[in-house]
Structures are given as structure tokens and as C-alpha cells.
């Protein structure tokens, strides 16, 4: 079964801020996506990677498969972007997605 | 399109009773996938269906729980019967076609029982 580890739990930041999530998985995988949970509870999809980075508006998405990592990137935070962030791979060793814990992000204004 | 369509949005219901959670998936789209989230476990995924037929049940909790998708445009979620643990709540999400395509995520279900 593949351990997905997101860092850090909880973020508080100060708009304006440059925010980095980190996710890091144990087994090989074919694709990771990164989720935005807003506190209302609706559920968004950000991106999905197999490779590379994929870059949408202020929000950036790397992975290294290699290292078995990724990151979310959020340029010029606003308080808007106050979430819960939630990681979660495909395959390694399991069928269907494998979700992180979630980082939750407050940025104040 | 009018996205990923769930309903009811909220369901109280006592032990014991019978619960149907609804889906109505994003015309096109292939795959469609069941969630239950709480705050124990975080996101789970329950059931997937391809091209309506059930891929893989391996994260349906129990045989209480059972999931149908009659046709392209519909799916449902039952419980029978229910129980407090299984408060909760349920998105279903679809995507083009599996994991590897982006997921269109519903509003969810959010389901107590008492």
C-alpha cells in the first residue's frame, strides 16, 4: 500500500506570501493529483501530473518521480486561496487513488 | 455542462434505515467514483465504475453498502442498513476516462445518522 505524506499539516501564512505543500509517496506511481478543498467542502481538482510541472495561474505543480515528491506552489498568496490541500497518487500497488492527509492553509490578509 | 450532480445535499436518518445517495455524472465522461470523507480517515474512495460497470468495490466498508450505475447518466449510492458510524460524507466525482484524467468532484452528500 502506498503512504502518502503531506507537509506541513497546518500553514499560516501573511498575504502576499510565497506557499509551498510538500507530498511524498512510498511506492511508485502513474499519476498524482493535487485538490482544493474550500471550507464550504467542495472539492476542486487542480492538476493532475504524471511528470514534469504544470503551472495555472499563481499556482504551480512539480513532481519528481524519482524521489518520489511533490510540491504545490502558490505565488502572491490572498486570502482566497485559504483551503485544505489535499494530495492523492495513483497505482503503487494499489488500485485507485491514495489520499494524503491534506494540508490545511490559512492566508491572512 | 452543469457539473457533477448529487443528491440529497443533506440526509439525516435514524440507525437503521435505508439511505440512497444519487449521482448524476458529467455527460461524456466514462469513469465515475464514489468518496466518503471524515474527519478519522479523510478521503476514501469507495467504488469506480468504467463505462457503468464496477471496477473495483474493494473500499466499500461493508455489505451493507452497495453501489449501482443503471446507465451513463446515473448512479447510486444505498446503505442498508445504516448505522451512526457511517456518517459521513460522500462525493462522487467522474473523469474522461480513470484516475489518470482530471476529476470533476459534486457538492457532495453530507449524511448523519442517528
Known amino acids: 500500500k502506498n503512504e502518502v505524506e503531506q507537509s506541513p499539516q497546518n500553514l499560516t501564512a501573511q498575504e502576499g506570501e510565497f506557499i509551498t505543500i510538500n507530498c511524498s509517496y512510498s511506492?511508485?506511481?502513474?499519476?498524482l493529483h493535487w485538490l482544493q478543498q474550500h471550507p464550504g467542502g467542495g472539492i476542486v481538482s487542480l492538476f493532475m501530473l504524471s511528470s514534469g510541472k504544470k503551472k495555472h495561474g499563481r499556482l504551480i505543480a512539480t513532481i519528481n518521480i524519482q524521489e518520489k515528491h511533490s510540491s504545490l506552489h502558490i505565488t502572491a498568496s490572498h486570502p482566497r486561496d485559504s483551503a485544505v490541500y489535499i494530495c492523492a497518487v495513483v497505482g503503487g500497488g494499489a488500485d485507485g487513488l491514495t489520499f494524503g492527509k491534506g494540508t490545511h492553509l490559512i492566508i491572512q490578509p | 455542462d452543469a457539473g457533477v450532480i448529487q443528491s440529497p445535499r443533506h440526509e439525516v436518518t435514524e440507525m437503521g434505515q435505508e439511505v440512497t445517495l444519487r449521482c448524476k455524472p458529467i455527460?461524456?465522461?466514462?469513469?465515475l467514483f464514489w468518496y466518503r470523507q471524515t474527519m478519522m480517515r479523510g478521503l476514501e474512495l469507495l467504488i469506480y465504475f468504467n463505462n457503468n460497470v464496477p471496477i473495483d468495490d474493494s473500499g466499500m466498508p461493508e455489505d451493507r453498502f452497495s453501489a449501482k450505475m443503471p446507465n451513463a447518466s446515473f448512479s447510486t449510492l444505498k446503505i442498508q442498513p445504516s448505522e451512526p458510524r457511517d456518517s459521513a460524507v460522500y462525493f462522487c466525482a467522474s473523469s474522461l476516462a480513470g484516475f489518470t484524467y482530471e476529476q470533476y468532484f459534486g457538492p457532495g452528500t453530507r449524511l448523519t445518522v442517528t
Open positions: 455527460s461524456g465522461h466514462n469513469s
Open positions: 511506492v511508485g506511481i502513474s499519476a
